[in-house]
């Protein structure tokens, strides 16, 4: 015949036959205790989580789980290259190794051939709004009438 095992409501430990308290609040919720000490912390309502000797507690904060079950291995990501869209793994390796010099010439050097390309477009910008406004003038001077005077303007309607 197996004996009945009951589970103290503060600590977790367990209760054997014949042993512990059982204590019966107003509301007719039934608590059983394994000794004392439980069943006055349970009535000065701490709280077992808190409490370091309970089982709750030691749940709680991974207390000897060790020698039960293995820790887990993280597996760590291997890392290794791969070329990148427009430029080959060799190239991506060969920039890499660069001294900072040579880079910061060769950025310098990007930004100036930028600029003069930047400049360029926009001088040949100005110089075709100048054509645009140079023909838009002519064509204003051909288009505008010759005003001859007739004599003397008086007010009035003109015949």
Known sequence: ???????????????????????????????????????????????PRKTSWTVLYRRKHK??????????????????HRAIQGATLESILQKRNQKPEVRKA???????????????????????AQKLAQKAQSRQQQKAPKIVSKGKKTGGKQF
């Open 1 to 47: 015949v197996a004996m009945k095992l009951e589970l103290c409501h503060f600590s977790g430990f367990k209760i054997y036959p014949s042993h512990g308290k059982k204590y019966v609040r107003a509301d007719g919720k039934v608590f059983n205790f394994v000794n004392g000490k439980c069943e006055r912390s349970q009535l000065m309502r701490r709280n």
């Open 63 to 80: 207390k000897g789980t060790e020698a039960e079950e293995k820790k887990k291995r993280t597996r760590r990501n291997v890392k290794f």
């Open 106 to 128: 060769q950025r310098e050097q990007a930004i100036r051939a930028a600029k003069e390309k930047a400049a360029a477009k926009k001088k040949a910008k100005l110089q075709q």
